[in-house]
């Protein structure tokens, strides 16, 4: 299988360069300002799509090419977003960063999605929110975007129980549409969550 970076050495953005439905539909209603964090943000549309909403926003990605496209994306839409190349399984973490972190569609194996959880807690402010929506494990029966094994898609019990001690906001896991690009096209089975760090 190619890498991300050679996934992502063309013109063309794979996932499109409209934010994720989820996102747009949940960051407005949280009325947030102040520092973001992408994780695993590929291509960059979420990222823009938060600094267009007024947030300070830093992009993650484990591929170059997903970054290039992600500045040049920010410079279509007059906005700006800083980039930085993080290995998830390498990330260092500093504590009470940032207002907001999100994470759409990060797929990676079981031992470095609970490390993220862990520096995501670590990373958050008091108060601040973790926004995500990931395949659950059911997505290998539709076949309509994602990875094709099990250890890189997300049990919805392994999410809640990582985030015991914070506020759920919101909870979902079951059926959507989406249509983002041309990898993601169709009925999908994900995990949404939104929780807030405590005070």
Not at 27 to 44: C, K, V, Y
Not at 46 to 52: M, R
Not at 135 to 152: A, C, F, I, M, R
Request: a negative charge.
């Amino acid at each position: 299988m190619a890498s991300w970076h050679e996934r992502f050495q063309t013109k063309e953005y794979l996932y499109g360069t409209e934010p994720n439905v989820f996102i747009k539909n949940t960051h407005p209603s949280l009325n947030l300002s102040g520092d973001a964090l992408a994780i695993a943000e590929g291509e960059g549309r979420n990222a823009v799509y938060l600094a267009e909403q007024g947030m300070q926003v830093t992009s993650w990605d484990i591929a170059q090419s997903g970054l290039d496209k992600t500045m040049q994306l920010a410079k279509d839409r007059s906005v700006t977003v800083s980039t930085k190349l993080v290995d998830l399984s390498q990330a260092v973490w500093s504590e009470n960063k940032w207002d907001e972190i999100i994470c759409v569609f990060g797929h990676y194996p079981k031992e470095v999605q609970q490390k993220t959880f862990e520096g995501v807690k670590r990373a958050l402010k008091p108060g601040g929110y973790f926004l995500m929506e990931v395949y659950s494990v059911d997505q290998l029966h539709y076949g309509t975007g994602g990875p094709k094994t099990e250890k890189l898609l997300y049990q919805p019990k392994e999410v809640l129980s990582a985030f015991t001690d914070y506020r759920i906001v919101h909870f979902f896991t079951g059926e959507v549409i989406r249509n983002e690009g041309t990898l993601h096209n169709g009925l999908s089975h994900v995990i949404q969550l939104v929780v807030q760090k405590p005070v």
